[in-house]
């Protein structure tokens, strides 16, 4: 089910999926994608979750804010808001990269309501370069060839945005804010950091995973950034059995 939501003066693009009385997951949109980018992983997940998703502000269909509020702490607080509309008191949180910074932030700002979290293709400090990114993707492609692994199929409409201006906006939460990675340390939720073998972010990830208390890392072989696209059968496995380990 997809409605809109009005947040803080906003209307959020919101999407709730598979049964009602199922745990509470909430999925964190990559970078300039919106909330149907999690497509490819979305029929496993909703078989035993109850899937939130939204495009945070600025992104796919909704609202765009003050320029000042494109930051972390109000996408949390965006979050946190829309799982009070639909009476999820605690969720898993799973971000994926740019995604994965607004779930390190909610979980910093909204401990009590994290079940487990999960940061994938994750990096907390300045943006990587990319071309490094870029050029990572195509060498993990090439190996998936090379190993006979098809090809997911990822469709443009998985970044379109009712205002590109906006969307572009959105990415600048990052500017002038502090490596918030020593924050992590507080946090005493199950946390997987997951990354791609050829993503850029690899060895940020590895850090983050170091400094997080109760945390595992794993490498995704084959895989560059943005790996619920690229390998999402490896990207929904490590997440499920993790939920059936830890939680």
């Known amino acids: 089910m997809q409605e809109f939501l009005e947040i803080d003066g906003l209307r959020l693009h919101v999407a709730c999926d598979g049964p009602r009385e199922a745990r509470p997951l909430a999925l964190l949109n990559g970078a300039y994608s919106n909330l149907e980018s999690w497509t490819p992983a979305l029929d496993r997940l909703t078989a035993g979750f109850r899937v939130v998703r939204h495009d945070w502000r600025g992104t796919g269909q909704s609202e765009g804010g003050p320029r000042e509020s494109y930051r972390f702490e109000r996408y949390a607080d965006d979050l946190a808001e829309i799982l009070d509309r639909e009476q999820i008191e605690r969720a898993i949180i799973c971000g994926m990269a740019y995604g994965a910074r607004i779930a390190a932030r909610f979980a910093l700002r909204h401990p009590s309501r994290v079940d487990l979290l999960a940061l994938y293709d994750v990096s907390l400090d300045q943006p990587v370069d990319q071309e490094l990114q870029r050029s990572g993707n195509q060498t993990a492609k090439q190996l998936r060839a090379d190993a006979g692994l098809v090809e997911p199929v990822r469709s443009r409409t998985w970044f379109e945005h009712r205002d590109r201006r906006e969307a572009m906006r959105s990415l600048t939460a990052h500017v002038d804010q502090a ?14 950091v997951v990354c791609g073998r050829q993503d850029a972010n690899l060895s940020e990830a590895r850090r983050i995973a170091s400094i997080v208390r109760d945390s595992e890392f794993h490498v995704m072989e084959m895989t560059g950034h943005g790996s619920v696209q690229s390998r999402p059968d490896l990207f929904t496995s490590l997440l499920l059995d993790f939920v059936k380990r830890r939680g």
Do not use: G, K
């Open 179 to 192: 490596d918030p990675t020593p924050e992590l340390a507080r946090l005493e939720v199950p946390t997987l």
